[in-house]
C-alpha cells in the first residue's frame, strides 16, 4: 500500500508541474512580487513552493514571458513581475490549448463512467 501511495504522489506531482506555467502567467497581467504570487495561487487552490516559483520566475523572465523591476522603496527590496506582451500572446495560446486538452480528458472520463 505504501508503494502505491507514493506512485500515487509522484503521479499527482507530475500533473502539478504541468500547469504551473499556465497558472502563474495567468496571475501576472498586473505586478506582483513572489510572496504575494504564492498567496494569490494558493488561494485559488493552487499550491507552489516557493523554492519551485521563484526559479520559474526567473526562467520565464529569460524566455521573454515576464518582466521584472526592483522597488527598494519598502522597509525591503522586493522583485515584482509581470506579464510582456509576448507573454500575453503566449498564455492566451496556452489557455486555448489547456481548455482544448481538458475537453477532451472530460470526454475520455465521461466516456470511462457511462
Known amino acids: 500500500m505504501g508503494d502505491e501511495k507514493d506512485l500515487l504522489a509522484g ?41 519551485t516559483l521563484y526559479p520559474l520566475l526567473r526562467r520565464l523572465e529569460k524566455q521573454g514571458l515576464l518582466e521584472s523591476r526592483w522597488d527598494t522603496g519598502g522597509s525591503k527590496p522586493r522583485k515584482y513581475y509581470r506579464r510582456t506582451a509576448v507573454g500575453t500572446e503566449i498564455y492566451l495560446e496556452l489557455k486555448k490549448q489547456w481548455r482544448q486538452m481538458a475537453g477532451g480528458m472530460d470526454a475520455l472520463m465521461e466516456e470511462d463512467e457511462g
Open 11 to 51: 503521479l499527482v506531482l507530475e500533473l502539478r508541474r504541468g500547469t504551473l506555467v499556465l497558472s502563474v502567467l495567468s496571475q501576472m497581467a498586473e505586478e506582483k512580487y513572489g510572496y504575494a504570487l504564492v498567496q494569490s495561487l494558493e488561494k485559488k487552490g493552487v499550491e507552489i513552493d516557493p523554492n
